[in-house]
């Protein structure tokens, strides 16, 4: 048996193994995150250059009954829950400035109330008190300095709840202060929509039956007949405005609803030419029936929801292009076997959005894109309705 020197103490042997097992150790930890690093980069999936990388907003779930406002980021699939009312929530329109949502929610009954969301900040803001006034207010929308909401206040009947009044009232954002649009108690009307430029008001008045367009500087009015009791939408340069006009068709008998577009007169001009009207439908007893329209924000186009009631039949509305100036009309998306609807435009890009849903089932909508360059559709949501882009025009 050897005997250590004194040189040489009897624990060397194991310090020398501790060190080794540690530097070994070490090594392999090292070994392991460059295995881990470069295994998770190869793991990514690749990035399709065509995912939009933007936000929706949209109400969901639509197979519940009190769906609520639900933000997507589609590039991500990231989904977040932005309310949390327990009735669900009506309906929603976004802030020009993209810093709010207004939002109609239900106290009890037929009484509705319309809130605000900060989108940053998650804040919720009781904007009108319709409650005390026992009205309903709902189809909130918004100025374009996103300081004013128009809206409609239903005044209730305490004792059969049914609406005897139909007003358009305005509501500034910051006081929460509320006012007739019309001190005239006889101009009834409901569904305001504010113009681009915010010069303009329209909205459907109730008696005699049509649109009323109002001009905020020069206090005149542009009267539309049309029987639909719905409004429509004005052109992202505000000098023209799409409505819904009932017209008969001699051959098949029967009563159409074809989408007009109108070119405003020079409000507060001494002489100004009467408003001209344009068929985006072609024909007058063209067998069409159309139920939404959505203008390019850049481009002289529209997509335009509709169905054709001839050879072309289908059940459900499809989604066609038409140029504005041409009035040529192009097939985007076909499928007979559904139903197409809630179209908008992205600000800056060819991208169309939609929700579709099968015609046997209106209670499961998707959520769907179109490329207007590539001509591809994509499947972004599979469970709700009422999309809009969270993205401001520039």
């Known amino acids: 048996m050897n005997t250590p020197s ?13 060190l080794l097992g540690a530097s070994l150790v070490i090594m392999l930890i090292f070994l392991a995150s460059i295995f881990l690093f470069t295994s998770g980069d190869a793991a990514e999936p690749p990035v399709d250059p065509h995912t939009p990388k933007t936000d929706i907003v949209f109400l969901g779930p639509s197979s519940a009954p009190n769906p609520n406002i639900m933000r997507l980021t589609i590039e991500t699939g990231h989904i977040q829950k932005l309310t949390n009312v327990e009735d ?58 996103s300081q004013t909401v ?14 005897y ?7 500034d954002v910051a006081s929460r202060q509320s006012r007739p649009l019309f001190d005239d108690f006889n101009v009834q009307g409901r569904y305001p929509v504010w113009s681009p430029t915010s010069a303009q008001i329209a909205f459907s008045l109730i008696d005699p039956s049509g649109i009323l367009i109002y001009d905020f500087p020069s206090q005149e009015t542009l009267f539309i007949p049309s029987q ?19 017209r008969f068709g001699q051959a098949l008998q029967r009563y159409y609803t074809h989408i007009e577009l109108v070119k405003l007169p020079q409000f507060g001009a001494e002489t100004s030419d009467s408003p001209t009207v344009q068929r985006l439908s072609g024909e007058l ?50 499928e007979a076997d559904y139903n197409h609807a809630a179209i908008s435009w992205h600000p800056t890009e060819n991208w169309l959005l939609y929700q579709r849903n099968a015609i046997e089932d209106t209670t499961h909508i998707e959520l769907w894109l179109f490329n207007i360059d590539t001509n591809e559709t994509q499947l972004i949501y599979d469970d709700g309705f009422m999309p809009k882009f969270l993205e401001q025009n520039p």
Not at 165 to 171: A, D, K, M, P, Y
Not at 311 to 332: A, E, F, V, W
């Open 88 to 145: 669900g929530v009506l309906e929603y329109t976004v802030s020009p400035d993209m810093q709010w949502i207004a939002y109609t929610r239900r106290v009890t009954g037929r009484i509705t109330d319309i809130w605000l969301l900060n989108i940053e900040t998650m804040q919720t803001i009781q904007l009108t008190n319709c409650r005390e006034a026992q009205a309903s207010c709902s189809t909130p929308s918004w100025r374009n300095d």
């Open 150 to 163: 128009a809206y409609t206040r239903r005044e209730l009947d305490p004792e059969s709840g049914w609406a």
């Open 165 to 171: 009044t139909e007003r358009v009232w305005l509501v």
């Open 228 to 246: 639909q009791g719905l409004t429509g939408i004005f052109t992202p340069d505000g000098q023209q405005f799409a409505y819904p006009a009932l």
């Open 285 to 334: 007893e063209a067998p069409i029936e159309e139920g939404q329209i959505a203008f390019h924000p850049i481009k002289p186009q529209a997509a335009i929801a509709r169905r054709y009631l001839d050879s072309r039949y289908t059940q459900g509305n499809q989604l066609y292009l038409i140029d504005l100036n041409t009035k040529i009309t192009t097939p985007l998306v076909v």
């Open 6 to 18: 004194k040189t040489e103490p009897a624990t060397f042997p194991i310090q020398r193994y501790f």
